[in-house]
């Protein structure tokens, strides 16, 4: 009851915070040179898809249905049949192209997936010409226009997001932004130049972390905490995926996109494609457990100040525990979701559910599923553990320097204190040592030995032990994240 839950955690100490600045900026100078070498230098090869279709924007006037005709006989000797429906004409005013303006009639789109349309509907033209007649054309109706809806969902997506997030909103609507870019710039270029899928992935994901991470939670020990946690998961999900792949012998050629893309890009290399598929998958969950795991930690220890490093990472890896258990759930559902069709051949398949199982095209699911489940797992004690070094480091440094400032002030504080002992408890420590390059000296020792471990770093010394938390600079938004 005698813990101030409103009040913020001290700013990080500069020894701490140089421990963290030559761990991080290293790993993001190296992804940034490896980004820079591996970036693609062209378009990689042509590929002949032939002309495009002339495609144009239209609005149904007029829509006319009527009985379909009989079909011949069949070549089995059925008798005559009836067409699939439904059969008509469509009236359409074309918006764009050389038949801006006109009225044309198209057939009643037909077939499996074929769109159903209706009076004043906003759809898509195709131009067809007749290869033996090329001034003889046709128009088909290819699909309904979706860009205005989608505009619009976009619109409240971001306003929703902004009303919540506030600031933290924005920054997380950048941070958006910014994997598109990396995406569409780096990562998918690069795999479509016949670079090698993994690396690219690899390095693709330790930037979009980066600027993600930084850009949308802040610059703070708590965001570096949680950047190290997923830089070292998303490298254990790339070994074990590696492992997993090679064991299972998958080949990449399970799905009918992955078959295709090969027919038209034969040069790209789909067993690292679907290994690639996995990190980034993996990459967003990573993101949330480690994020929530450095939080955890940070939140529990301005909760309660007494508790040691140990007892920080027990009670933060029980948080962790049941974010697992619900996150493993997501994974699934989310693999299974985008393998509905899939899912739904398998229950029309004849043959034994274990040779089902062992198909590739359903064993690189489970993989997929197992792999980032892992990773995931092992995000947890690996964050959990580094916040819980770096926030007791911090704890004790700052709780130290501010022990000795006090010592250092004599009688003049009004409590006539006595000179500060040494942390190993022998001798006090002369008043001169906490002024100008001394002080510098002593807080950057202190942290770095709390860093290190001892006894000092399982919580404050018994003399000095505070009955509230240090006050520090306070939040924008009144979190407990620790200011860099």
């Known amino acids: 009851m005698g813990t101030d839950h409103n009040r913020p955690a001290p700013p990080t100490p500069p020894g701490v915070r140089r421990v963290l600045v030559a761990t991080v900026v290293p790993l993001f100078v190296i992804t940034v040179i490896a980004a820079v070498v591996l970036w693609p230098r062209d378009g990689g090869p042509e590929v002949d898809g032939g002309s495009p279709v002339p495609r144009y924007h239209g609005t149904v006037t007029r829509v006319v249905t009527e009985e379909c005709p009989p079909q011949p006989e069949t ?6 049949g009836v067409a699939d429906g439904p059969c008509g004409t469509v009236t359409v005013r074309v918006e764009q192209g050389p038949d801006a303006g006109r009225q044309v009639e198209t057939p009643v789109p037909t077939g499996p997936g074929a769109p159903t349309v209706a009076v004043d509907d906003r759809i898509v033209l ?3 010409t007749d290869p033996a007649d090329p001034t003889a054309s046709a128009y088909n109706i290819a699909e309904h226009q ?3 809806p989608l505009i619009w969902l976009a619109v409240v997506f971001a306003l929703a997001i902004v009303a919540f997030g506030r600031w933290r909103g924005v920054a997380a609507l950048a941070g958006l932004a910014a994997t598109f870019a990396i995406l569409l710039t780096f990562v998918l270029p690069g795999i479509g130049a016949g670079g090698s899928p993994l690396p690219i992935a690899v390095v693709g994901s330790a930037l979009i972390m980066f600027v993600v991470l930084y850009l949308t939670h802040g610059v703070t020990a708590q965001t570096s905490v949680a950047v190290l946690g997923t830089l070292g998961s998303l490298v254990l999900t790339g070994l074990l995926g590696t492992l997993a792949t090679a064991a299972t012998h998958l080949t990449g050629y399970g799905s009918e996109d992955a078959t295709t893309l090969s027919m038209f890009r034969g040069d790209v290399d789909l067993h690292g494609l679907l290994l690639a598929g996995i990190i980034i998958g993996s990459l967003g969950v990573l993101d949330d457990v480690t994020v929530t795991q450095a939080a955890t930690v940070t939140e529990l220890a301005h909760a309660n100040p007494g508790l040691s490093r140990l007892q920080l990472y027990r009670a933060a890896t029980r948080v962790g525990r049941a974010h697992i258990a619900s996150t493993v759930n997501t994974i699934v559902l989310a693999y299974a979701g985008a393998s509905l069709p899939l899912l739904l051949l398998l229950t029309a398949d004849s043959r034994p559910v274990t040779e089902i199982l062992t198909s590739e095209f359903l064993a690189q699911e489970i993989v997929r599923s197992a792999v980032a489940t892992l990773g995931l797992i092992a995000a947890v004690p690996l964050t959990t553990g580094l916040a819980a070094v770096v926030t007791a480091a911090g704890r004790t440094a700052a709780g130290r320097t501010a022990a000795g400032r006090t010592a250092a002030a004599g009688p003049t504080a009004g409590h006539g204190a006595a000179p500060r002992t040494s942390p190993a408890g022998g001798g006090d420590v002369p008043a001169a040592r906490t002024h100008g390059g001394g002080r510098r000296t002593a807080d ?10 001892g006894r000092a770093a399982e919580g404050f010394p018994d003399d000095h032990a505070p009955t509230h938390p ?3 600079r306070p939040h924008r938004e009144g979190g407990t994240e620790t200011a860099w």
């Not at 070549?75 to 005559?80: A, D, H, Q, T, V």
């Not at 950057?444 to 471990?453: F, K, P, Q, V, Y």
Request: hydrophobic residues 35%.
């Open 444 to 453: 950057r020792d202190l942290a770095l030995e709390a860093l290190g471990g």
């Open 470 to 472: 240090p006050a520090g």
């Open 146 to 148: 979706r860009g205005a």
């Open 126 to 128: 195709v131009k067809l």
């Open 75 to 80: 070549p089995e000797g059925g008798g005559p």
